[in-house]
């Protein structure tokens, strides 16, 4: 894979090569959209991260080789459907100054395209309340199914 958007470059990478260039991201990520700060602070296991193994699929978007953008996958089987494969979104970010014109549409079909190259037959994503793209999703062919609930302790 190596498809690109403009000047930016969708493709998978290995989680653990990837990892540490992305940290700044991360953290970025985590200002933007992280609810409850106090409870949810950044502190992701990457030893998990790296045990999933061939069930991690790492979508990156680069700028003249920076990263600029990643998108995370979990490969399982269904838990209710066993003979289901799904591509289960962890987390996806783009940095604000790339989401303008198309970028960010591209990107999420890239890294649909990509679960699909890998196995899944379904592909499960959530957004953030209040960082909703129902458009991008709707555009290629999502619907929503769910609604998700959260409750910190206390």
């Given at each position: 894979m190596g498809i690109a958007a403009g000047k930016i470059c969708f493709a998978v990478e290995?989680?653990?090569?990837?990892?540490e260039e992305a940290a700044p991201l991360l953290k970025a990520h985590w200002d933007e959209i992280a609810k409850n700060k106090a409870l949810l602070r950044l502190n992701p296991d990457v030893t998990l991260y790296e045990r999933m193994g061939q069930n991690l699929l790492l979508i990156t978007a680069r700028l003249d080789g920076q990263l600029v953008g990643y998108f995370l996958w979990f490969l399982i089987r269904h838990p209710?459907?066993?003979?289901?494969s799904v591509a289960e979104e962890d987390l996806h970010f783009l940095l604000r100054e790339h989401r303008r014109g198309l970028a960010g549409y591209k990107f999420v079909k890239a890294a649909c395209a990509a679960a699909f190259d890998h196995g899944a037959?379904?592909?499960?994503l959530r957004e953030k309340v209040g960082h909703e793209h129902a458009a991008i999703m709707k555009r290629l062919g999502f619907v929503p199914t769910d609604i998700v609930y959260t409750r910190a302790r206390g």
């Open positions: 290995q989680f653990k090569a990837a990892y209710h459907y066993a003979h289901v037959e379904l592909l499960v």
